[in-house]
């Protein structure tokens, strides 16, 4: 042993992935090494510089920059940079700067490749590595298809227009000259700017809607209209449309949420085309769509319960094609979203239209756009302020009812904090959620906000939304303002905590105790959207998918730069590690749960695990400190 | 901070060292005087430098002797480990019980180490053409005077940088550092490890001669970073 050494050897040797080497290749490391320091604020590397050395920091920290200059993550001591350089071309695609007083260890790119000869592991640390999370969620979208096919990529001719002023023959005549299979109605400009543009002869138009094959049997046959019938008579009042930058997974989302097949598409303001769900179907197999539109279609809830195997099937297909878990949360949303609609058109269909107008809620996941395989429901009515319970609470207690027996009967089990608009407490007029919002707002205690934490994750799913949109909007616009309910909501979202460590076979507690299973919902995702949430609450925000709330958060300087990114990776990759578990379960014929065995954890996944159980760990840490209970003595 | 440089008697070392160089007698030292040092006014980013600490059994040269010495070349950017020296030599006076706790080398080490005159050529290269960086120059300068005088019957002298005297201009003879002293703070420590800390230097296991010397080329670039610039001539921070 090359005892004069000792100093950095040994440093070295506290960190991955220089702790697995033998003495001797630590010795070898150690001997080559180059010192250099760096003034805070000075770059150690810039854009495009040619590198051959590993970077190692001794003391200090640094900031690493993506290409446009905003921060792409922090490195501290024991951490490398520059292994990307090396594997690839030699060239700096990330520039580093010290944010400290910085001592950085260079490594010469022999010593480094020699390393990766000869240490396994060293290679597989440096290769997956470092930004492991990163690049291992970024990978997972660069498989995807889905996520960066703009959706232009699948219109392939320009769409047939008429004015609305066209009898319905003509345009069908039209459509079928032109073998299309639905028309775009343009009229004068009128209400609606984002519509409006000018064609060649530059004349201004609106696009006022859609006629499609199907809408000449449901709106024109159907109905007994005459084939003289202007079309702008005939069409649905509201235009949707996307943008023609979206991804086609965004126009899969938007079909899915409208239930329509046919999508115009826009370039800015101007008509460029239709896309069709046949269209998707070709890029995307998976049968998320062919499941919701069948959904819609059952007469029955036996009909719908028999659908509950093709959930999980396109459950993993989906996953099997590389979906993320944003893309698996929303589509299992929907599907959710879709049966609770359907039961509830069964029950208008038994029990007749609705007395007084009310909203159908969800909460926690499926209002998140995050449920996942294994769930169960949570939901409540809001009814109209209209409601006398004497005289209409009967409607609404039975068609709570045919909505939650038919839901667990599709595999959606009941909820087991009684969380159901069959409970009368979560059945109740608007004016009486306003106040329990209020209450829990303003006279927060730990205790009761525990079980109504819930309740912070809301989303329409049918009926009036406005009266679940005027929930969320009092929601958001009080709580930032009330520090005792930000203080309890911390408090109860550092409940559930991260395991200390993950090894091959067990996981370490924070007590010291191993366990062979880990419920990943409990001790990670879960308490990382916890988390999030009280950060949006914080900040005002109106959203309810994590991912949009990190975005809202984003724009304060709540957090700093680059945490929530991390945070993002961190949720990301334990979502997903979550989606892949229950897919080999199913896979596997098991009942698919949240837990996972270590030892079926991969030594690349099982680094990405550790690093986002610390992200969270640190993100909890922060928010206690973020949001102290305040003192009584105030 | 800008420091203004000290005006202290420092020598001409271009033409002390180019004379010298023609009137040494050994081969070895009239390489080394050969090779000289860099012109006064060289920037010191472009200065070849070499950090050099012995460990010594006391602090007299005439009393005391080497026990190790321990080199590191660097630059301003960077220092080089794949270049490091280190020697323990058998001192001609016995170790001491002292010394020993001190710099943790002991007799069974030094029973099979050369003498001091076995390394000497390989010191005397080793720092030949570049610019010594010592943290306190009166231990190093003086113990290679005496015991090369004792060899060869004439002695070395070289410009040293002292990293301890540049700390001292920083945080002893500042203005603001008067003034702390003048309403009664003690003055800042310039032991190594504590000027060190004061960088954000990591502490290192002290009273080793290559990991002190490692230390002190750290210390320089340190010092250079925040107080003086690439630029600064070596002419005005050595001594």
């Not at chain 2, 301890?164 to 703070?185: N, V």
Request: charged share 25%.
């Amino acid at each position: 042993m090359d005892v004069e050494l000792l100093e950095i050897r040994q440093h070295l040797g506290r960190f991955p992935p220089f702790d697995g080497l033998t003495d001797e290749l630590l010795d070898e490391v150690a001997s080559q090494v180059e010192v250099a320091y760096f003034k805070a604020g000075k770059d150690i590397l810039t854009l495009g510089q040619e590198l051959h050395e590993l970077c190692y920091i001794r003391s200090g920290a640094v900031e690493v920059y993506r290409r446009g200059g905003e921060l792409y993550n922090r490195r501290v001591e024991g951490d490398i940079f520059g292994q990307f350089s090396l594997l690839r071309n030699h060239r700096v695609h990330y520039p580093v700067r010290a944010m400290e007083d910085t001592l950085i260890y260079f490594i010469p790119e022999a010593v480094f490749h020699h390393l990766c000869k000869v240490d396994e592991n060293f290679a597989e640390f440096v290769e997956l590595l470092r930004p492991r999370l990163e690049s291992a969620v970024e990978q997972q979208k660069k498989n995807n298809d889905m996520m960066i096919t703009r959706v232009r990529k699948l219109v392939t001719r320009y769409p047939v227009m008429v004015e609305a002023s066209t009898t319905v023959q003509e345009a069908a005549r039209q459509i079928t000259d032109y073998q299309a299979s639905a028309v775009l109605v343009l009229d004068a400009p009128g209400d609606n700017p984002r519509y409006t543009f000018r064609d060649s002869e530059n004349r201004a138009w609106q696009l006022r809607g859609i006629l499609t094959d199907s809408d000449f049997r449901k709106r024109v046959v159907a109905e007994g209209r005459s084939p003289d019938t202007p079309v702008g008579e005939v069409i649905g009042k509201n235009v949707i449309a996307i943008q023609s930058d979206e991804s086609v997974h965004e126009a899969m989302l938007c079909m899915l949420r409208h239930n329509i097949h046919h999508l115009p598409v826009m370039y800015r303001r101007r008509p460029v085309g239709i896309v069709h769900l046949s269209d998707i179907i070709r890029y995307e197999t998976q049968s998320s769509l062919y499941l919701v539109s069948n959904i819609f279609h059952q007469p029955s809830v036996e009909g719908l319960a028999r659908l509950a195997p093709d959930v999980s099937a396109a459950f993993v297909r989906m996953v099997e094609e590389g979906a993320d878990s944003r893309m698996v949360g929303s589509a299992l949303s929907t599907i959710g979203r879709s049966f609770t609609r359907r039961l509830l058109e069964l029950a208008e269909a038994r029990l007749g239209p609705p007395p007084v107008p009310y909203c159908f809620m969800a909460l926690g996941s499926m209002a998140r756009n995050e449920q996942s395989i294994v769930t169960d429901q949570d939901n409540a009515l809001v009814l109209s302020d209209e409601f006398v319970p004497e005289q209409h609470d009967g409607y609404f207690r039975e068609m709570a009812k045919i909505v939650s027996d038919g839901l667990d009967a599709c595999g959606y089990p009941y909820c087991k904090g009684d969380i159901m608009a069959t409970n009368q407490q979560w059945r109740q007029p608007l004016s009486v959620w306003k106040r329990y919002f209020t209450e829990w707002i303003e006279q927060p205690n730990p205790e009761r906000l525990l079980h109504s934490s819930i309740f912070f994750d809301l989303d329409p799913v049918y009926g009036e939304n406005v009266l679940v949109e005027q929930l969320q909007d009092l929601v958001a616009q009080k709580a930032a303002t009330h520090p005792l309910f930000l203080a309890a909501m911390a408090r109860n979202a550092l409940n559930r905590t991260p395991p200390l460590g993950f090894f091959r076979t067990f996981v370490m507690e924070k007590d010291g105790k191993h366990n062979n299973s880990i419920n990943l919902k409990r001790r990670g995702t879960a308490p990382m959207v916890d988390l999030i949430r009280v950060h949006a609450l914080a900040c005002g925000s109106n959203a309810q998918n994590s991912f949009d709330r990190l975005d809202d958060i984003d724009r304060t300087q709540l957090l700093a730069p680059g945490v929530s990114d991390r945070l993002r990776y961190a949720l990301e990759f334990l979502s997903m590690s979550r989606i892949h578990h229950q897919v080999f379960d199913i896979q596997h014929d098991q009942a698919p749960d949240n837990n996972i065995e270590p030892e079926n954890v991969t030594s690349s996944e099982r680094h990405n695990l550790k690093d986002a159980f610390q992200a969270l760990s640190h993100a909890q840490k922060f928010l206690k400190f973020r949001y102290p209970m305040p003192s009584r003595a105030k | 901070m800008l420091l203004r440089p000290r005006r202290t008697q420092i020598p001409d070392w271009t033409s002390y060292l180019a004379s010298r160089a023609g009137l040494a007698r050994d081969r070895r030292l009239a390489r080394f005087f050969a090779a000289g040092a860099p012109a006064p006014e060289t920037p010191i980013a472009e200065a070849p430098l070499v950090a050099l600490d012995m460990e010594t059994t006391g602090l007299d040269p005439r009393r005391n002797s080497i026990v190790s010495i321990g080199l590191v070349p660097f630059t301003l950017e960077r220092g080089f480990l794949r270049e490091r020296r280190y020697w323990i030599v058998r001192p001609r006076r016995s170790l001491n019980a002292k010394s020993v706790t001190f710099h943790h080398i002991t007799h069974a080490d030094i029973a099979g180490a050369p003498e001091f005159d076995d390394v000497l050529e390989d010191l005397l290269d080793a720092l030949a053409g570049r610019l010594v960086v010592v943290h306190y120059r009166h231990i190093e300068r003086h113990f290679l005077n005496v015991a090369v005088k004792a060899r060869l019957g004439q002695g070395v002298k070289f410009p040293v940088i002292d990293t301890m005297s540049l700390e001292a201009r920083i945080h002893r003879q500042s203005l603001l550092a008067r003034f702390k002293r003048w309403i009664g703070r003690p003055p800042a420590s310039i032991r190594l490890y504590d000027s060190r800390a004061r960088y954000g230097l990591p502490p290192y296991q002290g009273h080793h001669a290559l990991t002190d010397a490692l230390a002190t080329a750290e210390l320089l670039q340190a010092q250079i970073a925040h107080h003086y610039s690439p630029e600064t001539p070596v002419g005005t921070i050595w001594s």
